[in-house]
């Protein structure tokens, strides 16, 4: 019997996190992870065996649709493997109850149900469950005074208001959700204004902040790269 191949973080492509999460505050329910790995060995209609740590809820679990679960091992059936960087999503997890570190999370390639291993990786990543989310508050939406709001302007300018329960820190992001009767240019660009309780710390210290900014055109959503904001 060959020794299996090796399973490691992606090295092709890059990726934010080899192990992403779509939610990551605890107790959230029907949440998604993504795991994007590198196998060794290429499968055709092959199985991925991925055992979740002790905490998560898998019992529902699916990947494309279907669900193959034993305790807290997901199966996916019938997955051309590449031999390089691969994606696989297990939806409908939910996370556990207490905020924390959990791993490793383990990956196992093999060619048939139950049959040799091809490729593993018993400590693939762990992830990091923070608290409860806090609640946006006092959230408002205007446009600028150089932007009128007429139907099929370009170019317009809209600006967000709101109260935020948490600090956020550098590189911590915010994702806004437009209608889709909005069109969110590739050059979108996003600033941020201190007011009479926010502090922004780094690269300014008051008054208008630029901040890294990138749309999404399948979701038309707008997310900013924040420097340090302190709220009071």
Known sequence: M???GRITHPMASWTNNPIELSENNMSKTGVSVTFTFAATTALTAGEVYITFPT????????????????NSVVRG???????GDNTV???????????GGYGPFKIVTRASHNGQIMDANYVFGSVGIAGTAGVISN??????SSSTGTINLTSQKMRFTFTIANDLWKHDMFVI???????VASSVTCKAYATSNEIIYYNSTGGTHTLDCKETAQTTTSAANLDPVKTS
């Open 55 to 70: 905490g998560f809820t898998v019992g529902a679990a699916t990947i494309s649709g279907v669900s193959n679960v034993t």
């Open 139 to 144: 959230f408002t939406v205007a446009y600028e």
């Open 177 to 183: 959700h437009f209608d889709n009767a909005f069109t």
């Open 89 to 99: 999503t297990v939806a409908n997890v939910d996370l556990p109850t207490s905020a």
């Open 2 to 4: 060959l020794s299996p």
């Open 77 to 83: 059936s019938a997955i051309n493997v590449v031999s």
